[in-house]
Structures are given as structure tokens and as C-alpha cells.
């Protein structure tokens, strides 16, 4: 039997897997190299928080194509959401990160509504407007949110289970984190991810393949909302306090530089870019307040070398250090010989007909 | 199966097609020919319901066809191709013929998401004939290449192959030569003619390089700004006078 | 009702900077295609150079103006020329993620030079406010109203008059179609690059006294400038002078009635509300699209 040429080219896959088993591993076992150290597990759950909220954002941005720079205004909901639940509610864990995720997937999919027949840059001005309106309501609504003294949670428990320490707090996030990701990497390696995609590549072309255009992208909204619900509420529980004043335009603009420095469309590339602008934000002393500065350039530097979107930083050294295969070309059917093709055409005349008729 | 009755189509005053009728009928090929500009894209677009014509009908199997929106035709089985190939360039090829099976899975997010049996079901089903297809297009070995980085011969082929792989009961093809090399159109004609019996569909086949299109087909209709002006086999489209007249006229 | 109409006129000052800001985006994005979402960062930097040769350079007010103008333009058409060039034939997306890269980078830059601490502007008109019937209109409001009434009308003579304005509209309507006329499209876009960033470094100039001067302080005032630009159907300078009035007097009314708190979503809803019912804005054409 001749070897199939597909088992061959299955090979990325399997890198691609090799990868995020490698990447799990590292932040399973980072607690133990980072030691006790308070501080660098305190930005260690940041990170996978925002890791989160990053892939959210990719899927609006890099796999669906619709720009958002209303991030944090889902946060928020997600956040408040817990804060609420925590103080009132006392559901059990799991029940309240769901509660947490369906609340901000509902203010996602009423956000999404008009996007399936807006032009970009509408949809941009419009979660804008999101984002910054959403610190404003919570101002206002101090019955639920407390207003600007904001929401506390006093401990996370999950059944006997106190999480007490900045260990326990990261191993949490990264639990919720892991368990998230993975379910977005399955629904992207899904009919649902293909024809999110297809959305982005060509709207035309998904209508003629059966693909709901605008209930696609309210779909993707409601996702990419949802997850970052769930990111609001494991970054409640690890603030301990929700205010107003955490989700501004710059946090939004923040993911967002995170999702072009990783790349447009990966869910790896997105969570190397939280990792990058938690460091660089971290760093901004040693960088003498430059770090919002660094963020933006670095936004604007990938886009100078990467006009066409879908590249990034880790992408280029990648191919400067040859980790990514180089693409050969593969012989097609544009060098295959025409065998049999004489008799095909044989009720027409070529010569009469070619001269004349299609000149 | 297809028919279109007095179809008329004009963009602010400008006719595109002008009460044109016909047939397609079951299991054949059937062209639409005509000089660029005769407005043969459009009636495909009309027929794919990207336009909404302001005048006559258009039923398939008795269904009328401007009652659905775009993304249901696929559900009719009316598949198409474009003419300057409209694939999803990030996606894989594999990827985006599986795109052509995704309109019979009843998987939605969820179950697509936690893995359901009728998702992973699918999934299988899916890769396979879209595996199938890859092979009767002779194009196995380029699955996994992201599509937008492929030639333009290879990008026709897989473009083909995405509206192929839905089975559909009618495939429309527009211009699916266009702009490849001579060895390629010959090649491709080949394999036009073999679709309808190995995929039991029927073609509509737009382009106007006569030499393919009188080789495949069994039934022509030739429109000229946006008006039939004939229909037959190709041997009496080839002795028409108003068409070697019209093309004539067009292109010299 | 003496209320409600003192909250109308009081809301024209902010109307007309609003304007002011929808204009520049408009006469951005006819010649570019490409939103402006950098303005606020490119519109503080402007008023922080005033401050700059205002406060601490001590120039005189003709000279600082002249400085701050000048500089304006030049930095529309460098921000234009170095960095919006480079993605003129990207994707959508890849043009929008620039200017947020820019606003960003830019705030960011000034947040490094001049610290995030406000800052104080003066006023550039003062005395006793104006007197209408029972309402009252404070002075320097009318000055930025009839500053951009004047600004509107001027830019709307150049367009429709003058060579150069035909050269711009046709840049608008069709870029490859003017290139053919032999318009030098490149140039028409720095121009109107610098023309854009210009108004929205006025706007920010005249608004800044009444709120504090921060590298990030225009980022709300743009956000109704973006607003008044959608209502205006993001092309037609009346409709944006419009949009930007209706804007200001709207949010007046609802920080009079409601809540100081809430201006900003009750226009976020209604653009929402607006777009979802005309996704060309209000007083948007139709476009009508070919596949």
C-alpha cells in the first residue's frame, strides 16, 4: 500500500500539540521555580489571568476579524459579577465562574448584534464606547457595585478548600485558565472555528458555503465575552477588590497590543504576549515610565514588518532561529503533463474555433 | 431542475440580465456563454441569491429560490465556485474543503466545543471526503499549505473542490479555467466532464473561453447584455450565426 | 424650561469641540479611508506643546498659537507619511490596530516627557457671559462656537471652491481615478493628514482650560467626537458640525437631568441604537454595494 501523503503532513499538528503540552507543563510546575516569593506569584496569576482575556480578544480580533477595544468593559461584568455572587449569592465556585461567564456573554452577544452589518471601524468606535461606559454605570450603580469604593471578596473557598496563599490563588487561575483554553483550542479545531474564520477570509464565500455571516460574528462575541467573563471573575477573586478605576481604555488597548505582539490567530502567540506586556508593565520603573510607550511602539513596530497582520514577534524569530519548517513547493497539478487532454476537446475544432472565437 | 423565468436584474438603471428564462436540467452540463460583460456572473450571483432581481423567478426542484436567504442555498444543494477564487487563504486546504461538508453537521458550539459524539462524528466524516475530493483533484499533496499561499492554478483547484466536497445536487462553476495555464484548462475540462457521473450532480459551467466550454457541455445558453440569444448543443451553437456574430462583435 | 434651554446653550461649547474633532476625522478618513483613533493622543500632544510655549517657553499668545498650529500640521503629515503609508494596502483591521498602536505609543511618549500630572491652559477669551433672553451663554463658549463655525464654513469654501478642494474631493471619491486625473493623491492625503490633526489640536487647545490638560485627556472628548462623527454618516462635514452640536447639547441634557456619570453611556447607547438601525449613520448615504 503507498504511503498516505496526509499522515506526513500531520506532522505540524503534532508539533503544534508538542507545544502546548510543553507550555502546560511550564506553568504547572512555575510555582516551584519561582519559590515563596510573593511578588512574582502575584504577577504569575496576573499573566495567566490576562492570558485568558488575551485569547478572548484573539478571537474577535485575530480569528473572527472584528476589532474590539472594549476588553476590560467584559472584564468588568465578569468581575463584578463575582464580587456580587461572592457577597450575595455564596454559590459554590464553579457555579459562580459560570454565572460569571454567561453574564458577560449576554452583554456580548447584545453588543455583537449590530456587528454583522456594521463596517469595521464602526463596530471599534462602538465597543469604545462599551468600554468606557461600563466604569461609568458601575460608578453609578452602587447598589450592586459599591461605586467607587468598589466590591470586596474576602477569601475563595471551593468546597473545604481555602485559597489562602498567592500558591493556591495561581494554581486556581491557572486550573480555570487550562480548562478555558482548552475548550476554545476545541471549538476553533471545529466546524465552529472553521467557519469563524471563514467569516474573516471572505464573507462571500462563507454565505455560498451555508455560513450564517451575522449570526457567526454574534456568535463570536458572545464566546470571546464569555471567557472574559470568566477572566473578570478569577481576576476578582485574585484583587480581592473590584473598582471602577481597574478597567480603563488603556487595560483595553493593553490586550490588545498583546494580541498583535503574540499574532493575529494564534492562541500560543497570545499567550506569549500576556506573558511579554505583564513583564514590561511590571518593568516600568526600570524603564523610566516608558513601558506604555514600549507597549504602543511594539504595536506599531510589528505592523511596519508585518503589513499584511498575520505575523508576529515570536513568529520572526522563530524563522530566524529555523524552528518553523520552510514551505517547499510542492509539485501540482500546474506541472502535471496533459496526458489524455486532445480527446477531451475532440468535438471542437481547435483551430477554427480558438482563432476566431476567443481571441 | 434549475429554472429561471423572465429574470430581470439592474443596478440603478443599469440592466445586468433582461427577462431571461431558462433550463438546467438533471445530471448534464450545462454552459452559459457570452462576451466579458454579458452579465453571465450575475445571473450565477442571482442564482447564489447575492442579488435579489427585480423581476421574474428563479425555482429549483420546484423551490423558489429568492424566498432564501444566501447561506441557505447550500441546503438545496446548489454549490458554487467563484471566478477570482474566493477562498479563506488562512485556512489549510483540507480546512477549507471540510468548510464545504460543515452546512450537513447539526453540531452547534457546544456540542462542537466538549466534543459530542456527532461532533467528533462529523469531524471524521468531514476529513474523509474532503480527503476523497483532494484525491479525484489530484491535489493530496498540498492539504495542509495554507491556501493563500498556494498558485493560482492550485487555489482554482482547491476553490473547485470546496463547492465538489458539499455535494451538491447543482454545482455552478464560473470561469474555473480563468488565468491558468493551457495544461491546466486541458486537465480541468477533463475532470468537469467526469463530475456529473461521479458526483451525480448537474453543472453550470460559465466561461467564455468556447473551446472548454463546447468540449464539456451538453446544452449551451449564450446571453449577450444580459438577453439570451440562443441555446442548443454545442454543434448548433457552433453553426449560430448570432452568436459568432455577437462574439465577434464583442471582442474585436 | 429656563433649565432646559440653559442647558442647551450651555452645551454648545462642547458641542462645537465636539464638531471640531468630527471634522478632523472626517476630512481624515474622506482622503484616507482610514479612522483616526489616534486622534486623541495626536490632539493632547498639540495643547501640550501650547502649554509648552504658553507656560513654560513664556512666548507671547500669537506666537504660541502660531508654534502649536505649525506643529500640529507637521505632525499630521509625519504621523501620515511614516506610518499610515506603510499600511495603506493592508486589511481593515491592520490600519485600525495602527492608529491604537500610535494613540498608545503617543500618550505614552508624552505620559514619559511631561509626567500624567495635569496641567493648566488659559482661557483664551474672558469677561461676563452673554446674556440671550433669560438663558446665559459664557463667553468663551461663544468664542469656540464662532471658532468653529468660521473653521466649518472656511473648510467647507475650500472644498467646494477652490482648486485644491476639487483635488481633495476627487482623492475622496476615488483615489486611482484622481491619480489618472493627475492629482498627486500622496500629497492631497499628507494635507489632509495635517488639515485633520490642525482642528483637533484647536479642539483640544480651546477644551483643555475647562477640563485638566493630561497626555490622556482627550480621549472622552473623542470619544463624542467618533460619536458625533457616526451620527454625521462619517463623510459630509455639515453632518459632523451637526452630529457635534446635537452631542453636546444631548449629554449637556443629560448631566442637567440625569447623571454627571452617565453622559457617556447614554450616547454610547444611542450610537448603538443609531447604528443598529442605520448602519450608515444617521445622515449616512446608502451605499450600495457590488460583490
Not at chain 2, 82 to 97: C, E
Not at chain 3, 15 to 43: D, E, K, M
Request: aromatic letters at 8%; proline letters at 4%; one cysteine or more.
Amino acid at each position: 500500500m503507498m504511503p498516505n501523503p496526509l499522515s506526513r503532513l500531520r506532522k505540524g499538528h503534532m508539533a503544534r500539540r508538542g507545544g502546548l503540552a510543553v507550555g502546560f507543563l511550564a506553568f504547572a510546575l512555575a510555582p516551584i521555580f519561582v519559590g515563596s516569593n510573593v511578588t512574582t506569584m502575584g504577577i504569575l496569576t496576573e499573566a495567566v489571568i490576562y492570558a485568558l482575556v488575551v485569547v478572548s480578544l484573539n478571537l474577535l480580533v485575530g480569528f473572527a476579524g472584528l476589532v474590539s477595544i472594549g476588553q476590560a468593559g467584559f472584564l468588568a461584568v465578569g468581575a463584578y459579577a463575582a464580587g456580587y455572587s461572592a457577597n450575595h449569592l455564596h454559590l459554590a465556585l464553579p457555579l459562580e465562574l459560570l454565572l460569571s461567564g454567561i453574564l458577560a456573554g449576554l452583554v456580548g452577544f447584545i453588543l455583537g448584534l449590530p456587528s454583522g452589518r456594521l463596517r469595521g471601524h464602526y463596530l471599534v468606535i462602538i465597543t469604545l464606547g462599551f468600554g468606557l461606559a461600563v466604569p461609568q454605570i458601575a460608578l453609578e450603580a452602587t447598589d450592586i457595585t459599591n461605586g467607587f469604593t468598589g466590591l470586596s471578596i474576602s477569601n475563595t473557598q471551593f468546597g473545604p478548600i481555602v485559597m489562602n496563599s498567592p500558591r493556591a490563588m495561581y494554581y486556581f487561575a491557572f486550573v480555570v485558565v487550562a480548562i478555558s483554553m482548552m475548550l476554545i483550542l476545541l471549538a476553533l479545531a471545529s466546524k465552529s472555528g472553521r467557519a469563524i474564520m471563514a467569516v474573516r477570509d471572505s464573507e462571500a464565500a462563507a454565505l455560498a458555503m451555508g455560513i450564517p455571516v451575522a449570526r457567526t460574528k454574534v456568535i463570536v462575541f458572545t464566546l470571546s465575552a464569555f471567557f472574559c467573563g470568566i477572566a473578570g471573575d478569577l481576576f476578582a477573586h485574585f484583587e480581592g477588590l473590584v473598582t471602577p478605576a481597574d478597567f480603563t481604555l488603556a487595560l483595553s488597548l493593553f490586550f490588545l497590543a498583546a494580541v498583535i505582539v503574540g499574532g493575529l490567530g494564534s492562541v500560543g502567540g497570545s499567550i506569549v504576549g500576556a506573558l511579554v506586556l505583564v513583564y514590561v508593565q511590571t518593568r516600568s520603573a526600570s524603564v523610566g515610565g516608558y513601558s506604555e510607550f514600549i507597549i504602543g511602539a511594539a504595536v506599531v513596530v510589528v505592523l511596519m514588518l508585518f503589513p499584511e497582520g498575520l505575523a508576529s514577534i515570536p513568529a520572526l524569530l522563530g524563522r530566524r532561529l529555523h524552528l518553523t519548517r520552510g514551505v517547499a513547493e510542492l509539485p501540482g497539478p500546474d506541472a502535471v503533463e496533459p496526458g489524455e487532454v486532445s480527446s477531451i476537446i475532440a468535438g471542437a475544432d481547435p483551430g477554427e474555433h480558438q482563432g476566431g472565437v476567443n481571441a | 431542475m434549475l429554472e429561471l423565468d423572465g429574470v430581470s436584474l439592474s443596478f440603478g438603471g443599469v440592466r445586468a440580465v433582461n427577462n431571461l428564462s431558462f433550463e438546467i436540467p438533471d445530471g448534464q452540463i450545462t454552459a452559459l456563454i457570452g462576451p466579458n460583460g454579458a452579465g453571465k456572473t450575475s445571473i450565477l450571483n442571482v442564482i447564489s441569491r447575492f442579488y435579489t432581481p427585480q423581476h421574474g423567478r428563479v425555482t429549483f426542484d420546484g423551490k423558489d429560490l429568492l424566498q432564501l436567504p444566501p447561506s441557505e442555498i447550500i441546503d438545496v444543494g446548489i454549490a458554487r465556485s467563484f471566478q477570482n477564487v474566493a477562498l479563506f487563504k488562512d485556512l489549510s486546504v483540507v480546512d477549507n474543503l471540510k468548510i464545504g461538508t460543515d452546512h450537513r453537521s447539526s453540531a452547534g458550539l457546544f456540542s462542537n466545543m466538549f466534543r459530542l459524539p456527532r461532533a467528533v462524528k462529523h469531524e471524521r466524516d468531514a476529513r474523509r471526503e474532503a480527503e476523497e475530493v483532494l484525491e479525484f483533484l489530484d491535489i493530496e499533496a498540498i492539504a495542509e499549505r495554507r491556501s493563500g499561499t498556494l498558485s493560482y492554478g492550485h487555489q482554482k483547484l482547491v476553490d473547485l473542490g470546496r463547492a465538489l466536497v458539499s455535494r451538491p445536487k447543482l454545482l455552478l462553476l464560473d470561469e474555473p479555467a480563468a488565468g491558468t495555464s493551457e495544461g491546466l484548462k486541458a486537465w480541468l475540462a477533463t475532470k468537469i466532464k467526469e463530475i456529473p457521473e461521479r458526483f451525480g450532480c448537474a453543472v453550470l459551467l460559465i466561461d467564455h473561453d468556447m473551446l472548454l466550454v463546447l468540449g464539456v457541455s451538453q446544452k449551451v445558453v449564450v446571453v449577450d447584455f444580459g438577453s439570451k440569444i440562443a441555446q442548443g448543443t454545442p454543434d448548433e451553437i457552433r453553426q449560430d450565426r448570432r452568436v459568432i456574430a455577437a462574439y465577434l462583435g464583442e471582442e474585436s | 424650561m429656563t433649565l432646559f434651554f440653559q442647558l442647551i446653550v450651555s452645551g454648545l461649547g462642547f458641542g462645537a469641540v465636539y464638531a471640531l474633532g468630527a471634522i478632523s476625522l472626517t476630512v481624515i478618513f474622506n482622503t484616507s479611508n482610514v479612522v483616526n483613533f489616534a486622534s486623541a493622543s495626536l490632539s493632547s500632544a498639540v495643547a501640550l506643546l501650547m502649554w509648552l510655549a504658553l507656560v513654560r517657553l513664556h512666548l507671547s499668545v500669537v506666537l504660541a498659537w502660531l508654534f502649536a498650529l505649525v506643529a500640529a500640521m507637521v505632525i499630521g503629515a509625519v504621523v501620515e507619511a511614516a506610518f499610515l503609508r506603510r499600511v495603506e494596502r493592508s486589511s481593515l483591521i491592520v490600519q485600525i490596530v495602527m492608529t491604537l498602536g500610535l494613540l498608545v505609543a503617543i500618550e505614552g511618549l508624552d505620559g514619559a516627557l511631561y509626567g500624567f500630572n495635569p496641567k493648566t491652559l488659559p482661557h483664551v477669551i474672558h469677561g461676563p457671559s452673554i446674556a440671550i433672553g433669560s438663558v446665559f451663554l459664557d463667553r468663551n463658549d461663544a468664542f469656540i462656537l464662532g471658532l468653529t463655525l468660521v473653521l466649518t464654513l472656511v473648510l467647507y469654501l475650500v472644498y467646494q471652491r477652490t482648486r485644491l478642494g476639487l483635488a481633495l474631493r476627487a482623492v475622496a471619491s476615488d483615489r486611482d481615478v484622481a491619480s489618472l486625473m493627475g492629482i498627486q493623491t500622496q500629497r492631497m492625503v499628507s494635507l489632509s493628514w495635517a488639515i485633520g490633526v490642525l482642528l483637533a489640536g484647536v479642539s483640544a487647545i480651546l477644551i483643555a482650560p475647562s477640563i485638566s490638560l493630561t497626555p490622556t485627556f482627550m480621549e472622552n472628548v473623542a470619544v463624542f467626537a467618533f460619536a458625533a462623527a457616526v451620527l454625521g454618516g462619517f463623510g459630509s462635514l455639515p453632518g459632523a458640525l451637526v452630529g457635534g452640536l446635537l452631542i453636546g447639547v444631548m449629554s449637556n441634557l443629560i448631566s442637567g437631568y440625569l447623571s454627571n456619570n452617565l453622559q457617556l453611556t447614554f450616547v454610547f447607547l444611542m450610537i448603538l441604537l443609531v447604528l443598529y438601525i442605520r448602519p450608515n449613520g444617521l445622515f449616512g448615504k446608502r451605499v450600495m454595494s457590488r460583490q
